[in-house]
């Protein structure tokens, strides 16, 4: 990674944005990058708009503050767009993923974004996986698929580690879980 990564995630209270965000930071830093792993939210009520965010870098992170030029913009609740800017201050160059049942080309249209853009249903995956809809987990196969951040067993590798430290007691969560990651790393689209 020749620079550091900006991922702004917007999501709303009880998708797991803040989770992802710091399940993104964990793997990261066990690699041996340099993260930042941050939440921004106002009163903490579910289904409230929330706002995460990640940096990730090879080299030491000097800056803290708020990612207001990201280089990829995670949106887990597409009824948000319209109702926030998501893709304020995105990199001329930058991508966005939304999780939505619709197409990329419709969702360009949509939002009137012209960049980069992925859709991935990743209610639907969650769903059928862990049996609710979870979207932060296959949202994060998406991000490392579109960022090339690790390959697919890498990151599979990486994470869980991780889930079977959160998820101890159920083992069944680790495996759904995964799938979901993995059905991610296959069901992202683009245009």
């Known amino acids: 990674m020749a620079q550091m990564l900006e991922i702004r995630w917007h999501g709303r209270g009880g998708q797991g944005s803040k989770t992802a965000s710091i399940l993104l930071g964990k793997v990261c830093s066990e690699a041996g990058k340099y993260i930042q792993a941050f939440p921004e939210y106002g009163p903490e009520r579910m289904g409230a708009p929330v706002i995460a965010y990640n940096r990730i870098s090879d080299e030491r992170i000097t800056v803290h503050c708020q990612i207001e030029t990201p280089d990829l913009v995670v ?3 597409s009824t948000l767009i319209g109702a926030i800017d998501v893709v304020e201050g995105l990199k001329e160059d930058g991508k966005i993923i939304i999780n939505t049942d619709l197409e990329p080309e419709k969702m360009k249209e949509k939002i009137g974004f012209n960049g980069e853009l992925y859709t991935i249903d990743a209610n639907k995956i969650s769903e059928e996986e862990l049996g609710r809809a979870f979207p932060n987990t296959p949202l994060l196969g998406a991000v490392v698929k579109v960022t090339s951040l690790f390959t697919e067993d890498e990151f599979v590798k990486l994470i869980r580690k ?11 969560v680790i495996d759904g879980n995964i799938n979901c990651i993995r059905r991610a790393f296959q069901e992202v689209k683009s245009e």
Do not use: I, Q, R, S
């Open 162 to 172: 991780e889930f079977e430290k959160k998820f101890a007691h159920k083992p069944e």
């Open 75 to 77: 949106v887990l609740d």
